[in-house]
């Protein structure tokens, strides 16, 4: 939480952090909601914070950081609506976020990492490895700030944009704690989603924090030949292992996991790969999201044919798997995450 300035980052502090350390400035515990509330407003300096006063104002200028993020680039969608973010951080870094607008809310897609370093080879965000972390304040700046500058109300969080949540453990959960709290943005667990590509040990420390969130898992092929060729982390933590701690999350969570599966032509979307997904998952009561591969230069591989990915799902209904095929948004403006901050490093 420490900053290279050697100051902490305050808007990374959890309530009862705020306010030992204001206890320890002397001030008066009301002070700590006052600030902790306008943290959580897009202010980016103390200075705005003016029901404080100008002594204390002072005083955490001296002792604090305050980050806030710059928009480098902003893409918005003729076709549907959604709005897609660049953002400068502090140091020169990058990251994405995407604004959906579905029916029932409008929903934020966030990045928990500069870079990625899974290396899944369909994916954008980590051709250039990972950078660094993203401190929980970073994390908790995408959805504030994605709300204050398209003036769309986020009603909903999914956390997977750039980067591996799990990797980033400490991080994320503190980010959780901060945007659900009732004094800060006050978003339920139950509307947020956190997106892994199976880090084993982490989903079982996840599911001993008991959070209401919806667990997605990366999981794109049933069989660890395929899978271990387009994840590596599937070397790992291979299909089995992977199924049975999803398994123990259910059981000690009750929260069902939603399983990612991107379709990719010749690579896990022939009716061997469907028979043995429909196989593995049955009586899960688990829900499988379909989702046609986005093209991605760097990479040869290319999305399923619509013929391919309806016999897929045909194979799945029939061994009464829950499947949904994720609706492209966005087409227009490159909306899949980590092709903007691609693009840039190309540049
Ligand atoms: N690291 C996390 C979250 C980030 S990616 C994870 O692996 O789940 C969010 C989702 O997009 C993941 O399911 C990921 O596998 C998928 N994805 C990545 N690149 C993609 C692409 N080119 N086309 C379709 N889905 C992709």
Redesign the pocket.
Known sequence: MTEKSGLPDIKSMLPDELSAALAALGEPPFRAKQVFKWLNAPVSSFEEMTNLPKSLREKLRERFTLYTPAVEQKQVSRLDGTVKYLWRLHDGSHVESVVMRYEHGNTVCVSSEVG?P?G?A????TIGGKVRNLSASEILDQVMYAQADSGLKISNIV???????LDNFDNVIRFLRLVNDPDGMNIGMRHISL???GLVEKIDKLAGLGLQLTL???L?APDDETRSKIMPVNRAYNVDTLLAACRRYFEKTGRRISF?Y?MIRDVNDTPFHAALLAEKLAGTGSHVNL??????PESNLHPSAPETMRRFIETLERKNINVTVRRKLGPDIEA???QLRRERERK
């Open positions: 990625c899974m899944c369909f994916c954008a965000s956390l997977m944009g750039i980067g591996e949540p997106s892994t590509c997605s898992v990366s794109h990612e991107a989702i046609p591969l986005n093209e991605v899949s995450c980590g």
